[in-house]
């Protein structure tokens, strides 16, 4: 038996691939320029970005795979020694450092907000803020636990890690929301 390749069908593969392909190094691009928006605390080595922000919106537009290959893919701009952390920093051993925790933690994050995002219309809103809400929560304990495990001890990671990013997390959850169902309408 042989199979017929219409050629039609072999150019919209090939242009859903270079569509999603553009789609996920755009969305890495715009991790690095969020990135650029950094706050530094002085209590503590991890700086507020807009990163997470980024994150969660590449996840909720782009999906949950589409999402999470975004963000790997600015892990490995990171690792190849591009400016793509907060405020430009170059750092290829970025997971030797205190925010190495929150970085890896965005992988799950943005793939977590995406399937979520997928399913919009299965969950009322109320759910889907606190599914996002709890998603947050894991991403703040990836970073808090690698960050008293390493950098600070324990007693210090909550204090340096955790409970300083509450207020940003909810205003980044609120701008996430107030943005992605403009985007949904």
């Known amino acids: 038996m042989t199979a017929v390749v219409y ?24 991790l690095a320029l969020v990135s650029q928006i950094k706050i530094s605390l002085p209590f503590t080595p991890v700086p507020i970005t807009m990163q997470t922000f980024g994150m969660m919106l590449v996840g909720g537009v782009l999906g949950s795979r589409k999402g999470a290959l975004a963000v790997l893919l600015y892990l490995v701009e990171a690792t190849m ?9 170059i750092n290829p051993a970025w997971l030797v450092c205190p925010s190495a925790g ?8 943005a793939y977590l907000t995406g399937w979520f995002f997928e399913r919009r219309d299965r969950f009322g809103s109320l759910s889907l ?16 636990v690698w960050l008293g495990q390493f950098f600070v001890g324990w ?17 980044k959850l609120i ?11």
């Not at 803020?129 to 808090?144: E, Q, R």
């Not at 007693?155 to 205003?171: D, R």
């Not at 701008?175 to 309408?185: E, G, I, Y």
């Open 102 to 109: 929150f970085l890896i933690g965005m992988v799950p994050q």
């Open 81 to 89: 020694g591009l400016p793509v952390l907060a405020g430009g920093t």
């Open 7 to 30: 050629p039609e069908k072999i150019g919209n593969t090939q242009s859903t691939f270079l569509q999603t392909l553009f789609q996920i190094v755009g969305a890495s691009l715009l």
């Open 155 to 171: 007693e210090n990671a909550l204090l340096m890690g955790f409970y300083p990013f509450i207020p940003g997390g909810i205003f």
């Open 175 to 185: 701008a996430l929301h107030l943005s992605l169902n403009s985007h949904h309408t």
């Open 129 to 144: 803020v606190t599914a996002t809400s709890l998603i947050t929560l894991i991403h703040l304990a990836f970073g808090t």
